[in-house]
């Protein structure tokens, strides 16, 4: 296939022949030979940049710039061993920079690959789901509303198949498809309406194509080089992070300078000035704050993976522990996603009960539930019939184990299951199919148009809402024939299934003209059967998943399409409603407050945003809803104030799932539609792992408070010692290279650490932070105010005492450096909680940071006792004494905060009772 042929030209006969395939798929031993020769269906991707470009890109900063001046200046006044432990600094912050972004890079990789395409293909004549990478020429590809496209298709047929095509030709619009059209071979790709492309999007409708080109010969692949290797947007959370960084920057920056000016006006040399203020500009410039938040938010992107949470935008694990309000589908997300048919119910009452699992035909039988007349039998058979006959789903016996496995939308497997029961698969193969009207969301039902065996009338199959099949009937199937329809009683009937917390959908069938066309505007007189009650069990840690969000302070609202009747049963099992609310919300749908339908909802948005915005302030229970209907939902909740995360699995969930602080998309049963427009894939589709991923959220939240809080408090106390120098004309309390080591060696060792803290356990006992809150709150400023004054002033009064003692500059700069040190080490466990005290948390439950502590001390310790950094740094040995007795000074920061903290919690506590 070297020399692609124009599909679009040829007609499919000559397509099938060229391909040597047929419209029920190619056999697994040929597709297993194809893949062979013609390899994976996957495009190049950008390569992962090499270590040693990694490793040049560390040095283009101006934090580099900043050392590299320091160590030229250091070469021009001849003091080599400054140069050469500034260039080692250098190398070493270089080299250590480099790994973690390529330990970065590889575990976006890995994560990358867990992002796995699937699409539905025709193979030994069944339909089967496989990795889309899997697909090779000649695969006949099923195409439905919300599937990416796998490869380039030659369509076979097609029906109201509408594809986005904007990815590939920049077409705005969806472009209609039609199979069966033949085109010039000059035709551009964009008018080429018998294909469709790898990468577009199915809008609506459906299709089915033999695949044509996959990989690099696809026309995607084609364009391949100009969509691989470009940037990625950085986080906004990193950008404000950034900008506070430069402000900060600029304000000690100019600090800085007043100093120097000060010190050249004491009569201090220019050099000497020069590599002060170049190490006073080390400890102004938070440098090592964007690669701690990237840290912090990688470590919380890998334990999010372990909770079935995939994130595909890194600043999405700190988002998601901002949410207020969770708005979440039911269906396999609050529950199994495992739908059996567990009662027929006939129009009258009357009915049976289906035992078994609905998803296994050949373990199921039909029990009598109650005393049934003559003739239930019979309307159990054209029920069932009409219930396998308009369905999309198949069921097919596996080999190996001689179950039954289906595929397709899981309430249609389920019916396919009870029909194959009742009446047989072998009676529904007699009924060929002529034309159908698929489900979507906006019609509320499906049908499908039949021959019937051994008569001329052809036989219409319609499945759907009562409420929108009703409108079609005048009749419905009694015990002795057709009867007058009765509204109140057919909804008495629906609402005995949906208080038992079913899924309800009614079936119809009748006859019809094959003059006229098969659409929704020809269909009527139509018979009502009666209904089939599905039940999809609660996920068992749905319940505690949803209680632990309300102690959170999370709000939980369930969007759902079933009946308000069907959806309070759930929300019942929940908890869901409170029963102190009051009922003026919708009191014809229920005596709860909290539960609002989509006719509701409709009549709210035609009022205009603040009657949907009074509408949904108190909500709960969205029933009957449409997944447009999502978007006015998520937009109201946002003008709100609320920070909104949501789930979503169709075409149709994007908007919402685009318009929220954080989309989720359900990785198992999803679209791609619905998972390109996510933030965070669940891997499970489970409500509890949208939970852990808040609590992993905020954890992460914390985390970044606490290194924030650590640089900065540590890096102002150097600026309040050197400020205190100034005002009482002392000499330098440190050196340039001193000040370096400080903030370049033993600082940097102690916040990777910090960055791996866990969770203080109490995440999820507190309420959402308000969304607009900054980062550098009052609480922040305080502490760091607070503990640069206690650190930058003990430090100078330790080098002022020494001084006094009559020893000499060296001799007080290596007690100061000591200090500082035990103070960074200090002060990195006041930093493990804002509010807990340090004698409060097991210090063994961060096993790194406390190797970090120690290595940090073990570093300097080292650095007193070994020569060549004795000379560099001018350290001398302390003796134990002297050690201890310094520790003693540095744990006053200790008490400090500690002190504060405990008013803290006091004035909290004083504020919830008044609040009580």
Not at 35 to 60: E, M, S
Not at 427 to 434: D, G, N, T
């Amino acid at each position: 296939m070297d020399h692609q042929p124009d599909w679009h030209s040829l007609q499919v006969a000559s397509v099938i022949s060229q391909l040597k395939s047929h419209s029920n798929g190619l056999s697994s031993a040929e597709a297993s030979r194809r893949l062979q020769q013609y390899g994976a269906n996957i495009l190049p991707t950008a390569p992962l940049k090499p270590f040693y470009r990694i490793l040049l890109d560390q040095f283009v900063s101006p934090f580099i710039y900043v050392l590299l001046f320091a160590m030229l200046l250091s070469l021009a006044i001849g003091n080599f061993s400054d140069a050469l432990f500034i260039g080692v600094i250098l190398l070493a912050n270089a080299l250590i920079g480099a790994l973690q972004e390529h330990h970065a890079q590889r575990s976006a990789k890995a994560l990358s690959e867990l992002l796995v395409n699937h699409c539905e293909v025709v193979r030994d004549g069944h339909r089967v789901k496989i990795a889309a990478e899997e697909l090779v020429p000649g695969d006949a590809v099923v195409l439905t509303s919300g599937d990416r496209v796998p490869a380039d298709l030659r369509l076979l047929s097609s029906d109201n198949l509408l594809i986005d095509e904007s990815l590939l030709t920049g077409e705005s619009l969806p472009v209609a498809k039609d199979a069966e059209c033949l085109l010039p071979e000059q035709t551009q790709v964009a008018e080429r309406t018998n294909q469709a492309f790898a990468s577009t999007m199915v809008t609506s409708g459906r299709g089915l194509g033999l695949a044509v080109g996959t990989g690099l010969n696809s026309e995607i692949g084609h364009l391949a080089s100009h969509l691989i290797g470009t940037q990625q947007a950085q986080p906004p959370l990193l950008q404000r992070m950034e900008r506070f960084s430069r402000r900060l920057t600029l304000y000690l920056l100019g600090l800085i300078i007043v100093l120097a000016a000060v010190d050249i006006a004491r009569g201090y040399d220019l050099v000497t000035v020069l590599m002060t203020v170049t190490a006073l500009a080390v400890a102004a410039i938070p440098e090592g704050l964007p690669v701690a938040l990237t840290i912090v938010l990688s470590i919380s992107m890998r334990r999010m993976v372990r909770r079935h949470v995939i994130v595909r935008k890194l600043v999405a694990t700190e988002s998601l522990g901002s949410c207020t309000v969770i708005a979440t589908d039911k269906t396999g997300t609050l529950t199994r996603n495992q739908l059996s048919a567990n009662q027929v119910r006939f129009c009258d009452g009357q009915g049976y009960r289906i035992t078994a699992n609905g998803a296994n035909p050949a373990a199921d039988s039909a029990g009598a539930s109650e005393p049934l007349r003559s003739n239930n039998s019979e309307r159990l058979q054209r029920l069932s019939r009409v219930a396998g006959l308009c369905n999309e789903a198949s069921v097919q016996t596996d080999s190996s184990t001689g179950e039954w496995q289906g595929s397709g939308d899981p309430v249609d497997q389920a019916l396919l299951a009870m029909a194959c029961t009742i009446v047989g698969s072998a009676a529904l193969h007699s009924y060929p199919v002529i034309d159908h009207i698929h489900y979507e969301p906006e019609l509320g039902l499906a049908a499908t148009l039949h021959h019937q065996p051994l008569k001329k009338e052809a036989l219409v199959c319609v499945k759907g809402a009562l409420e929108k099949l009703i409108p079609l009937c005048s009749c419905v199937a009694g015990v002795s024939g057709n009867e007058s329809l009765d509204r109140d009683q057919l909804t008495a009937v629906m609402h005995r299934l949906a208080d038992q917390g079913m899924r309800v959908l009614a079936f119809a069938d009748g006859h019809f003209d094959l003059q006229q066309p098969f659409d929704i505007e020809h269909l009527g007189n139509l018979c009502l059967l009666g209904m089939v009650g599905m039940s999809d069990p609660l996920r068992e840690e749905s319940k505690a998943a949803v209680e632990e969000c309300q102690s959170a302070g999370i709000k939980v609202c369930m969007l759902t399409g079933d009946h308000p009747i069907t959806a309070l049963g759930i929300a019942r099992e929940l908890n869901l409603l409170n029963p102190e609310l009051n009922p003026e919300l919708n009191p014809e749908l229920s005596p709860e407050q909290g539960l609002v339908s989509g006719t509701l909802l409709l009549q709210a948005e035609q009022q205009g945003k603040q009657a949907l915005d009074q509408l949904t302030a108190n909500a709960l229970i969205y029933a009957r809803v449409t997944p447009a209907q999502k978007l006015s939902i998520v937009e109201s909740l946002i003008r709100q104030g609320e920070f909104v995360a949501v789930t979503g699995d169709g075409v149709n969930d994007a908007p919402a799932l685009n318009a929220s602080h954080v989309g989720i998309a359900m990785g198992m049963r999803g679209t791609d539609v619905a998972r390109e427009a996510s933030d965070l894939l669940l891997s499970d589709d489970n409500f509890s792992s949208v939970v852990a991923g808040i609590k992993e959220g905020r954890i992460a939240y914390q985390n970044i408070r606490k290194v924030v809080f650590f640089l900065i408090s540590t890096g102002a106390a150097e600026m309040v010692l050197f400020l205190l120098s100034t005002i009482f004309a002392t000499p330098m309390p440190l050196t340039a290279v001193q000040l370096l080591w400080l903030n370049l060696v033993t600082s940097s060792v102690q916040h990777i650490g910090l960055a791996m803290e866990p969770g203080e356990g109490d995440e999820m006992q507190r309420p959402p932070r308000p969304p607009d809150e900054p980062l550098f709150d009052k609480l922040m400023i305080r502490r760091v105010l607070l503990s640069a004054l206690v650190v930058g002033s003990i430090g100078f009064g330790c080098f002022s005492y020494v001084m006094a003692l009559g020893q000499d500059e060296v001799s007080a700069r290596n007690s100061t450096l000591l200090l500082m040190v035990l103070f960074e080490n200090i002060q990195v466990l006041n930093s493990r909680s804002e509010t807990r005290s340090v004698f409060a948390q097991s210090l063994f439950s961060n096993p790194i940071l406390i190797v970090a502590t120690l290595m940090a001390q073990g570093l300097h310790i080292a650095a007193m006792q070994w020569p060549p950094l004795q000379r560099i740094l001018a350290t001398s040995p302390a003796t134990m004494s002297h050690w201890v007795g310094l520790l003693g000074a540095a744990l006053v920061i200790l008490l400090v905060i500690e002190l504060d903290k405990l008013i803290s919690r006091v004035l909290t506590r004083r504020a919830a009772i008044k609040t009580l």
